[in-house]
């Protein structure tokens, strides 16, 4: 396989084809720093039955160092997101953000939906899910980490008003314990700890599989980690969520998919939390997605077409 020096890399593209990821950031400070001419507060009218709105259900999503996770300044204050999978906990206050900056864009380019399960951090990689619990009465949710903020003081998320809702701590700023997902917290299903469940259209969790189909446990695959053993054993698996999908590659063996995979990795580091190795009709199918319409997909195709000698091939899944 070979990448030109001049390739640009399949980021850009793969940022804006993931469903609600990072498409239309600046490299403005966040929006909302800057003064509005209206006071934040709830909903004129609250929707009924907010507090049944589900977490947010935590998915493998690419991450980048440009865009909303490039250094900033605000008030004065450098910040430097992480851009790393990386584990973060934090002990300190939580406020919430409302009607004034609904419908506005967020730091990751998505629009503000303060019915909608997410939240701002200075620092945590865009995109990213994080557990945050209010240790005054046991709640807990997980929310989407899709904007920055808050940049007060002993403040360490700015949370949507429903989170704040569930979290009961709509009255002003409280204390809360938070914790970022990390991707082995997704694909092992550690995630649900004390998480509702899914609901039934959400994207599934699947647990790793050895090649011969019995369960790795996640302590296997932090072990393989620290022993510098990047093999993806724990990402194969026998189903996938419903979506376009692009086949890079089948084989007869697990270890030519794996090597296939590895092979581009060393060009588009970019991809790793896209790709999956599926076990089907006995073959091993290493597979780039899920995108969220065709023309995502096809656009991603033409992007590794381009830069790679691989030749995808479409794939629906439903």
Not at 20 to 49: E, N
Not at 75 to 89: F, I, N, R
Not at 178 to 202: K, Q, V
Request: glycine letters at 8%.
């Amino acid at each position: 396989m070979h990448k030109t020096s001049t390739s640009p890399g399949l980021w850009p593209l793969l940022a804006a084809a993931v469903a609600a990821l990072l498409s239309a950031c600046t490299s403005t400070p966040p929006s909302r720093q800057l003064p509005a001419p209206q006071r934040d507060g709830p909903p004129l009218t609250v929707p009924p039955d907010l507090e049944r709105v589900p977490n947010a259900v935590p998915r493998l999503e690419p991450l980048r160092k440009g865009g909303p996770n490039k250094p900033y300044e605000v008030l004065g204050q450098q910040y430097q997101p992480m851009t790393e999978d990386l584990p973060l906990t934090e002990r300190g206050l939580a406020s919430w953000y409302g009607r004034q900056f609904h419908g506005r864009p967020t730091a990751s380019g998505e629009v503000y939906n303060m019915y909608a399960m997410t939240a701002a951090h200075p620092t945590m990689p865009i995109p990213s899910y994080a557990r945050v619990r209010n240790p005054a009465n046991g709640r807990e949710v997980i929310v989407r980490i899709n904007d920055r903020g808050p940049f007060h003081r002993g403040r360490i998320i700015d949370l949507s008003y429903t989170a704040a809702l569930k979290l009961d701590v709509l009255r002003g700023v409280a204390p809360v314990e938070l914790e970022r997902i990390t991707y082995e917290d997704i694909r092992s299903g550690a995630w649900l700890r004390g998480a509702e469940p899914p609901e039934p259209d959400a994207p599934p969790v699947y647990a790793a599989q050895t090649p011969a189909g019995g369960a790795q446990s996640p302590s296997t695959v932090q072990q393989r980690e620290a022993a510098g053993d990047t093999t993806p054993v724990g990402e194969m698996r026998v189903a996938g969520p419903s979506g376009y999908w692009l086949q890079l590659g089948a084989f007869a063996r697990l270890e030519g998919a794996e090597a296939q995979r590895r092979e581009l990795l060393q060009t588009q580091q970019e991809l790793r939390p896209m790709l999956t190795i599926f076990r089907e009709r006995k073959l091993h199918r290493l597979q780039l997605g899920p995108f969220e319409t065709q023309e995502q997909a096809q656009q991603a195709a033409q992007q590794l077409r381009r830069h790679t000698e691989v030749k995808p091939v479409l794939v629906q899944r439903r």
